[in-house]
């Protein structure tokens, strides 16, 4: 369970460099005329902005847990922004 626990939290910290380049590029989501009344593509933008933040926010909880002993607990904190993953894959097949 320790290392499980190990390769879950170091994937999400690896995956956080990525996820701050989306960040930073999701304004640009905007720029063809009309596109910011598309009510999808906004909740697209924001789950984006917030990826990165859900990211750290469990990362933080996840590895005190981790080091407290509490491996099982740290796994199920780690993997909360798969939820943020899920909604931005549903968002885009809807899209289509």
């Given at each position: 369970?320790?290392?499980?626990?190990?390769?879950?939290?170091?994937?999400?910290?690896?995956?956080?460099?990525?996820?701050?380049?989306?960040?930073?590029?999701?304004p640009?989501?905007?720029?063809?005329?009309?596109?910011?009344k598309?009510?999808?593509?906004?909740?697209?933008?924001?789950?984006?902005?917030?990826?990165?933040?859900?990211?750290?926010?469990?990362?933080?909880?996840?590895?005190?847990?981790?080091?407290?002993?509490?491996?099982?607990?740290?796994?199920?904190?780690?993997?909360?922004?798969?939820?943020?993953?899920?909604?931005?894959?549903?968002?885009?097949?809807?899209?289509?």
């Open positions: 369970m320790k290392i499980i626990a190990l390769i879950i939290n170091i994937f999400f910290d690896i995956i956080l460099f990525p996820t701050l380049g989306m960040a930073i590029m999701s640009m989501m905007f720029d063809a005329p009309g596109s910011e598309d009510q999808l593509l906004k909740a697209i933008f924001w789950l984006v902005i917030l990826l990165p933040i859900s990211i750290i926010v469990s990362q933080y909880f996840a590895w005190s847990k981790y080091s407290g002993g509490n491996y099982l607990l740290s796994i199920k904190i780690s993997l909360i922004p798969i939820i943020d993953f899920i909604a931005i894959i549903i968002i885009l097949l809807i899209k289509k």
